[in-house]
């Protein structure tokens, strides 16, 4: 998993149109002030081998299960508590807005066969078509 707190840091993305989807959405977030993780929020690429246990554990966002009802992914009466899930050509896109102001936590989930199955399904279920920025 990448954690990425500044824009420098997309180098250590592989995937083109990937890495080109992260750096827009640095630029979109600082509109041109230099980047602070503590205002901006951080970045997280899963990569294969992650889990979504993993991801929760590093982003400190509830994903598959509901921090106030316990349900999990998959059971009735289960609701994401995401603030945005796009999907685009490469991956997807989720976004937690924590508290007030800017602060957020994106995470890019990339749509190939070695990511976590369990995560690729739950976007798949929940996202929106994403409007195209790179």
């Known amino acids: 998993m990448l954690t990425l707190t500044d824009p420098a840091s997309t180098i250590a993305i592989t995937d083109a149109m990937l890495r080109e989807l992260v750096d827009c959405r640095f630029n979109?977030?600082?509109?041109?002030?230099?980047f602070d993780p503590e205002i901006?929020?951080?970045?997280?690429?899963v990569e294969p081998g992650d889990t979504a246990t993993d991801l929760e554990n590093v982003s400190g966002c509830p994903i598959l299960t509901h921090s106030l009802t316990g349900h999990r992914f998959g059971d009735d009466g289960f609701s994401p508590l995401f603030?945005?899930?796009?999907?685009?050509?490469c991956?997807?896109?989720?976004?937690?807005?924590?508290?007030?102001?800017?602060?957020?936590?994106v995470i890019f989930i990339p749509k190939t066969e070695d990511i976590a199955p369990e995560l690729l399904s739950f976007c798949a279920t929940y996202a929106q078509p994403a409007e195209e920025t790179p």
Do not use: K, R, W
């Open 40 to 45: 901006h929020g951080v970045f997280i690429v």
């Open 91 to 105: 991956c997807f896109e989720m976004v937690f807005v924590s508290g007030e102001g800017d602060f957020g936590i």
């Open 83 to 89: 603030e945005y899930l796009g999907e685009h050509a």
């Open 28 to 34: 979109e977030i600082t509109q041109g002030e230099p």
